[in-house]
C-alpha cells in the first residue's frame, strides 16, 4: 500500500503544551498551571445571549464573512479601544477562533518560498502554520535580557529577499512581554522601508498591565501592510466559544474569505450573538477579571523574588517565564520531574521554540488559591536539588 500520508505534515511535531496537560489529567491531587485558559466562568450576560439565541431559533449559517451586527459591533469597539477603523463589509471577517485567522492568513498570502518572520518564544501554531501554506519560517530568537521584545536590529538582521510576512506576537504567550508605542515604531519603520507585511496577533490585548495596548496597525503607514487578528476567547472567558476576527485591506481579505468558504462557511451563529454583547456591554468584567489576574501576576513575581527564580516582569497575557537555568535541567526535565515528583504541571520553554530553552511557562488562568499551593510545592522542589 502507498504511504498515505503528506510528507509535510509528517514533519510536524505535536503541540508541546498538550502532552503535560494530558498526564495532569490522570493525575490525582495534580495541579494544572499549563492551559492558557481564564478560570472564570464566560460573563453571565454573554451566556444569557446565547441562550437566548437559541431559544428564539437562530441556529441557521450567518453569511460567510460573519453577522453584520456583530461586525459592525466589533468595528466600533476596534475605533473605540486602540483607535483602529475598518470598514466592517469589506476589510473583516469572523474567523472559528483566531487560529482559523492565523492559519488562512498565511495560505492566502503565501507563495512557496516566502519568508515569514516568527519571534520565538511564540504561540505554538504560527511556524506549522506557515510550513503548511508552503512557506519558509525564519527564527528570530527573543532574548530575556530585552525582556523578550522583538528589537529593530533583530527584524533588520534577519530579513532577506524573500522575506514577506513579519508576524508579531505581542502580548506574547508565553513570555507575558509587550510591545509598547516607541518598540512598535522603531519596528514599523524597518518594515515599511523592506516593504513587508505585518501579521499582528493581538487576542491578549485588553490584558495589558502598563496602560492601554497599543496595536501596530494605528501606527502611521501600517494599516495597509497589516493583518490584524483578535478574539474572544481570553478577554471575555469564551474558550469554547470559538470565536475570532481578522481585519485587514480588501485585497488581502477577499482571498482570505474564499479559504473561509471552502473550508468553514462560518462562524458558530450562537457565538456570534452571544459576541455582541460581549463587545458592547462588557467591559466592566473585562477590566475585573483584567485586575484578578493583575493580582496573581504580582504574587507570583514576588514570590519568585524571594525564591531567588531569575523572573523578568510581564505586562501582559495571563503568563510568567521564569528560568530555571541555574538548577541543571533542561525544560522539559524540570518540567517532568516537578510533575512526578510534586504533581504540578507546567510548560517547558521548548514548546514554544528552541529559545524557550532554559525556561518554563507558568499560566496564572488559575485560582489564587491554587498558585499559592502550587509556587509552595515549586519552593519545596528547588530546595531539594
Not at 58 to 75: H, M
Not at 265 to 294: F, G, K, L, W
Amino acid at each position: 500500500m502507498r504511504n498515505p500520508l503528506s510528507q509535510r505534515i509528517t514533519t510536524i511535531q505535536p503541540s508541546g503544551i498538550r502532552k503535560f496537560f494530558d498526564i495532569v489529567s490522570e493525575m490525582k491531587d495534580a495541579i494544572s498551571l499549563g492551559v492558557g485558559e481564564p478560570d472564570f466562568d464566560t460573563p453571565w450576560r454573554i451566556r444569557e445571549e446565547g441562550i437566548y439565541s437559541l431559544e428564539q431559533g437562530r441556529t441557521f449559517y450567518t453569511s460567510n464573512a460573519g453577522l453584520a451586527e456583530l461586525k459592525d459591533a466589533i468595528a466600533e469597539y476596534l475605533s473605540r479601544r486602540f483607535d483602529l477603523t475598518y470598514n466592517p463589509k469589506k476589510e473583516m471577517l469572523v474567523t472559528v477562533g483566531g487560529s482559523e485567522a492565523i492559519d488562512i492568513a498565511l495560505r492566502a498570502m503565501l507563495d512557496p518560498g516566502d519568508e515569514v518572520l516568527i519571534p520565538q518564544p511564540s504561540y505554538v501554531s504560527y511556524e506549522p502554520c506557515t510550513i503548511l501554506a508552503n512557506g519558509k519560517p525564519v527564527i528570530i530568537n527573543l532574548k530575556a535580557e530585552n525582556e523578550f521584545r522583538l528589537t529593530a536590529q533583530e527584524l533588520e538582521e534577519a530579513i532577506t529577499d524573500k522575506t514577506k510576512i513579519l508576524v508579531l506576537p505581542f502580548p506574547n504567550n508565553p513570555t507575558g512581554a509587550i510591545m509598547e508605542k516607541k518598540d512598535l515604531e522603531s519596528i514599523a519603520e524597518v518594515v515599511i522601508r523592506h516593504d513587508l507585511f505585518v501579521l499582528t496577533d493581538e487576542i491578549y490585548a485588553e490584558l495589558s498591565y502598563a496602560g492601554d495596548h497599543v496595536s501596530i496597525a494605528s501606527l502611521p503607514g501600517m494599516r495597509d501592510r497589516t493583518v490584524y487578528i483578535n478574539g474572544f476567547s481570553k478577554a471575555y472567558a469564551m474558550t469554547g466559544w470559538r470565536l475570532g476576527y481578522v481585519c485587514a485591506p480588501q485585497v488581502i481579505l477577499e482571498q482570505m474569505m474564499k479559504i473561509h468558504q471552502f473550508a468553514i462557511m462560518c462562524a458558530p451563529t450562537t457565538s456570534q450573538y452571544a459576541a455582541i454583547e460581549a463587545v458592547r456591554h462588557c467591559d466592566e468584567e473585562v477590566a475585573a477579571m483584567r485586575d484578578e489576574y493583575n493580582t496573581r501576576r504580582r504574587y507570583l513575581v514576588n514570590r519568585f523574588l524571594q525564591m531567588g527564580i531569575e523572573c523578568f516582569e510581564p505586562f501582559g497575557a495571563f503568563y510568567i517565564f521564569p528560568s530555571i537555568q541555574k538548577y541543571g535541567m533542561t525544560s522539559e526535565e524540570f518540567a517532568t520531574r516537578f510533575l512526578n515528583e510534586k504533581k504540578v504541571a507546567v510548560v517547558p520553554g521548548t514548546a514554544f521554540g528552541a529559545s524557550g530553552e532554559g525556561f518554563i511557562r507558568i499560566s496564572y488562568a488559575y485560582s489564587l488559591e491554587n498558585l499559592k499551593i502550587a509556587i509552595d510545592r515549586m519552593e519545596e522542589f528547588v530546595k531539594g536539588m
